[in-house]
Nanobody, 123 residues
């Protein structure tokens, strides 16, 4: 069992940067693949990025590629999402996720989800 708690959301202006953090608890979290999803108002939840347990494999949605970077610190049991050059369309609730299986696909449906943190980007 894994518990995930996100932090770092907030209100920023277009072009700003923001870093989200996700603190995990549970046994052997370092063996889990991790990722981020987001859900904008009135839209379905969508894949943002993922990272394999080893950190070797990663993938991003086309909408964030080149602007967002996912990383993890095994010693701190923490996953990060560095978001640069934010746009109003990035406004959403961002969810940290984890699963024992690494998908590398936007159709990934991980088993474990955090409660989410709100990111709002003003124009």
């Amino acid at each position: 069992q894994v518990q995930l708690v996100e932090s770092g959301g907030g209100l920023v202006q277009a072009g700003d940067s923001l870093q989200l953090s996700c603190l995990a608890s549970g046994r052997k979290f370092s063996s889990y693949a991790v990722g981020w999803f987001r859900q904008a108002p009135g839209k379905e939840r969508e894949f943002v990025a993922d990272l394999s347990h080893s950190g070797v494999s990663t993938s991003y949605s086309d909408s964030v590629k080149g602007r967002f970077t996912i990383s993890r610190d095994h010693a701190k049991n923490t996953v990060y999402l560095q978001m640069n050059n934010l746009k109003p369309e990035d406004t959403a609730v961002y969810y940290c996720v984890a699963d024992t299986y690494y998908s590398g696909s936007i159709y990934w449906r991980p088993d474990y989800w955090g409660q989410g943190t709100q990111v709002t980007v003003s124009s």
